[in-house]
């Protein structure tokens, strides 16, 4: 599993926390250390196991078809790709014309996933997002005529000022649409966002958890009734169309993160690199280190994998904690479990533990106490 971070964005949205500034003008030299940061890391990389590549962002969309051919044909000479299954590019539907998406499809690219966040103008302009409602339907539609035939959708809920109304009109409109993969993710107001700062100032409240429980239980009953499955807390696919890059993730699986901000994983250590573009670029080209290390305790370790599993509709496999993390601990997390069980907010079934419908709701409280 291949992730590369491309950090660069026209504008910053109001919620924002990831890392990208809007300076393109070092995009060049960002492609070159990419370029250096794999050459100096191609071991790391099992490149007969690499089935999927994630271009991930910022806005890979910011990047003209002469930067992504070349970011492709960096990758094309140093990495086998003959056995990938999945490569997803991130995309905004205000860079998608008919001219970019040919080029998108003419790359080893076959999975699209596009930042819609909501059909509804007012929003979107509240969130401080480029598009509006007109503009992702026509990407949409544009992606689908250049031949993308693996579409994913972001859409979020819990803005503020919206209601109940509203969010089905979105979630509408993104059934009509009908692409293979969507996501959608609860408003979380981050430190230091515009739109936290706003909520601060009084300029609007924030939605109610009563509201925020409404929503997310339409947008589970609206897609399971149009045929997506539920396989993780925020995502929804329809069969056969799971994202197995985030599938990886989700089962801890090994996974490299080239470019600033990226994190990698060998199984035991995570590696983050700098959160700071230029930073990035000039030790890379300076050989200099690029990251920060950090090895996971076994505590750690347990806890992320409960965290990570727990949100997924496989569970957690009750067998693969014992023999990583030993008896003692099945025996800590059984017994916490218990009490959830009895009340019907997971189940254990087939050696899996479970979130059921009423349990994901308060995730983050079960896990905190299956936690060691
Ligand atoms: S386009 Fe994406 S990465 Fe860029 S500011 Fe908006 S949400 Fe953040």
């Known amino acids: 599993m291949l992730y590369i971070h491309i950090p660069f964005c026209a504008k910053r949205c109001f919620y924002c926390d990831f ?51 070349k ?10 790709l003959l056995n990938l299954k999945e490569v997803t590019i991130e995309v905004n539907p205000d ?18 996933s596009m930042g819609i966040q909501s059909f509804n103008d007012r929003l979107l302009q509240l969130i401080g997002r480029r598009h509006n409602s007109q503009k992702a339907i026509e990407a949409y539609q544009i992606l689908r005529n250049a ?25 509408n409109q993104a059934i009509e649409l009908c692409p293979e993969h969507i996501s959608a993710y609860d408003l979380s ?14 300029e609007f409240e924030a939605c109610s958890d009563e509201t925020s429980i409404a929503m997310y239980n339409m947008l589970v009953d609206k897609l399971s009734e149009a045929g997506y499955e539920h396989y993780e807390i925020s995502n929804f696919a329809l069969p056969g169309y799971r994202s197995q890059h985030n599938s990886g993730y989700w089962k801890g699986k090994p996974y490299l993160g080239l470019g600033a901000s990226a994190h990698s994983f060998d199984g035991k250590v995570r590696r983050a690199n700098f959160a700071d573009t230029s930073l990035y670029i000039n030790n890379v080209m300076e050989g200099k280190p690029t990251f920060e290390v950090e090895e996971l305790s076994p505590r750690e370790s347990y806890n992320e994998t409960i965290f990570t599993r727990l949100r997924t509709a496989d569970g957690v496999d009750l067998n693969y904690i014992e023999q990583k993390y030993g008896k003692k601990n099945l025996q800590h997390l059984l017994r916490e479990a218990a009490s959830y069980i009895t009340e019907g907010y997971l189940t254990e079934q087939q050696g899996r533990l479970t979130l059921t419908r009423k349990g994901i709701v308060i995730s983050d409280t079960i896990c905190c106490d299956l936690f060691l």
């Not at 794999?38 to 071991?43: C, F, P, Q, S």
């Open 95 to 112: 860079d998608i014309t008919p001219d970019y998406a040919t080029e998108i499809s003419s790359l080893p690219i076959n999975r699209v």
């Open 189 to 202: 107001y981050e430190a230091g966002s515009i739109l936290t700062r706003k909520l601060k100032q009084g």
């Open 19 to 69: 890392h990208s500034g809007t300076d393109r003008t070092i995009v060049d030299r960002y492609i070159l250390a990419l370029e250096r940061e794999l050459e100096a890391r191609i071991d790391e990389i099992p490149t007969q196991e690499l089935t999927t590549i994630y271009i991930g962002g910022g806005t890979p969309s910011q990047l003209t078809p002469s930067q992504l051919k």
């Open 147 to 171: 031949g993308i035939n693996n579409l994913s959708i972001d859409l979020m809920f819990s803005l503020p000022t919206q209601d109940l109304q509203e969010w089905e009109s979105s979630i």
């Open 71 to 80: 970011l492709f044909l960096v990758l094309e000479s140093k990495l086998n």
